[in-house]
Nanobody, 121 residues
Framework: QVQLVESGGGLVQPGGSLRLSCAASGSIFSINDMGWYRQAPGKQRELVATITSGGSINYPETVKGRFTISRDNAKKTVSLQMNSLKPEDTAVYYC???????????????WGQGTQVTVSS
């Protein structure tokens, strides 16, 4: 069984910074892509950032230049450094990971429970 747990959410003023972390644990053989997504009330979940096992990174234009995704393969963690936060960044942030549980089997997608990020004056 694989679990992903996010941490680091909270309340921050516009222009402030916040760092989110996500730790994967359980029966993990290897982790391929990892990413961060967010969902605001009344909206669909949207991509925030992804990072492949090889280090290739993708951001949407909404966060490019402000957010930075990184991963620590030894610790099985993925982090999201968020700078210059805006009120529209307010959402529940979820991490995910494509995990190979058993060698030679296909990867499965796992999601964390989410952490609330609120950007407000």
């Amino acid at each position: 069984q694989v679990q992903l747990v996010e941490s680091g959410g909270g309340l921050v003023q516009p222009g402030g910074s916040l760092r989110l972390s996500c730790a994967a644990s359980g029966s993990i053989f290897s982790i391929n892509d990892m990413g961060w997504y967010r969902q605001a009330p009344g909206k669909q979940r949207e991509l925030v950032a992804t990072i492949t096992s090889g280090g290739s990174i993708n951001y949407p234009e909404t966060v490019k230049g402000r957010f930075t995704i990184s991963r620590d393969n030894a610790k099985k963690t993925v982090s999201l450094q968020m700078n210059s936060l805006k009120p529209e960044d307010t959402a529940v942030y979820y991490c995910n990971a494509y995990v190979r549980v058993v060698p030679n089997m296909r990867v499965n997608v796992y999601w964390g429970q989410g952490t609330q990020v609120t950007v407000s004056s």
